[in-house]
């Protein structure tokens, strides 16, 4: 069975400081891929990335980070200088090789403070 | 191009009726899949379509139903509904079962 961890419930941070996101997922596949998701106050849920079990490489866009360790099934996400725009709930999600659907952590919800 | 439209995107049921939710995926998009959010257990895979054939199936019970019409819109339909079914309903579609757009989703109070 395939699982995905968030462990922070909640995050408070002021703007301008950077926040790390945690991600932890298991699964038996040796083909797999990960997301985030960014969901706001009205409910649609934002692609923001996704990456293969294949790619190892850090991505970087804009204030955003990703950092992928296979070694320790982890996949955590960095807002740097964040912003209270950067205010919502934020979910990794974990895709088998196979036909499955998304298993999602329960999500992080994240608070910037002005 | 537009996005993935859900409608209606509020709906308040009766405990034991029957209820019908619809997803218009993107234009070229041929895979649908619906998922139900709520506080306690989160965001749950429901199932996933493509080209009018269901694919793969969460673990709900058969009370949740869909289907995929010839134009990729898609419907899922909760019978004998439940207090508990109360929920933030989300479609997504998916052009190569790997990139999902999200809905803003239908959000279902069941009394």
């Known amino acids: 069975a395939q699982k995905v961890t968030q462990a922070q419930t909640e995050i408070s941070v002021v703007e301008k400081e950077d926040v790390t996101l945690d991600c932890v997922y298991e699964t038996r596949d040796t083909t797999y891929y990960l997301f985030w998701y960014k969901q706001p106050p009205s409910g649609e849920l934002v692609f923001l990335i996704r990456?293969?079990?294949?790619?190892?490489q850090n991505e970087i866009s804009g204030r955003y980070s990703w950092n992928f360790q296979k070694s320790t099934s982890s996949f955590n996400f960095t807002i740097t200088a964040s912003q209270v725009v950067d205010s919502a709930v934020y979910f990794c999600?974990?895709?088998?090789?196979?036909?499955?659907?998304?298993?999602f952590g329960k999500g992080t919800h994240l608070i910037i403070q002005p | 191009k537009a996005g993935v439209t859900q409608t209606p995107r509020y709906l308040i049921k009766t405990r034991g009726q029957q209820v019908t939710l619809s997803c218009s995926p993107i234009s070229g998009h041929r895979s649908v899949s619906w998922y139900q959010q709520t506080p306690g257990q989160g965001l749950q895979f429901l199932f996933e379509y493509f080209s009018e054939t269901q694919r793969n199936k969460g673990n709900f019970p058969g009370r949740f139903s869909g289907r995929q019409f010839s134009n990729s819109r898609s419907e899922m339909n909760v019978s004998t509904l439940e207090l508990g079914d109360s929920a933030l309903y989300l479609c997504a579609s998916s052009l190569d079962g790997l990139g999902y757009t999200f809905g803003s989703g239908t959000r279902l109070t069941v009394v």
């Open positions: 990456r293969n079990s294949f790619d190892e």
């Open positions: 999600a974990l895709k088998g090789g196979g036909a499955d659907g998304l298993t």
